[in-house]
Nanobody, 122 residues
Framework: QVQLVESGGGLVQAGGSLRLSCAAS????????MGWFRQAPGKEREFVAA???????YYADSAKGRFTISRSNAKNMVYLQMNSLKPEETAVYYC????????????????WGQGTQVTVSS
């Protein structure tokens, strides 16, 4: 059974930083594109960042320059370093896994995590 387990969420002041982690129980982790999405209250889930098996990264415009996605294929882990956080980025952040970048960015990955809450206070 595939599991994606996020951790690292919490409460942070505006301008602060958080690092999210996602542990994946995928047998062929290195062949998956891994990504992060977020869903704020009353809004649709939106793409934040993705990273291919070889380390090619993709970011939403809102995340460029402030967020960094990385992965460890040896540890089956993916990370999201978030800096200069804004109150409007308060949301549940989800880890996702999908063999193709196109499907992942379209919000149709094979697997989702359960999410971790990030709250940014003003």
């Amino acid at each position: 059974q595939v599991q994606l387990v996020e951790s690292g969420g919490g409460l942070v002041q505006a301008g602060g930083s958080l690092r999210l982690s996602c542990a994946a129980s995928l047998r062929t982790f290195s062949s998956y594109v891994m990504g992060w999405f977020r869903q704020a209250p009353g809004k649709e889930r939106e793409f934040v960042a993705a990273i291919s098996w070889s380390g090619v990264t993709y970011y939403a415009d809102s995340a460029k320059g402030r967020f960094t996605i990385s992965r460890s294929n040896a540890k089956n882990m993916v990370y999201l370093q978030m800096n200069s956080l804004k109150p409007e980025e308060t949301a549940v952040y989800y880890c996702a896994a999908e063999p193709t970048v196109v499907r992942l960015r379209a919000g149709a990955p094979d697997y989702w995590g359960q999410g971790t809450q990030v709250t940014v206070s003003s």
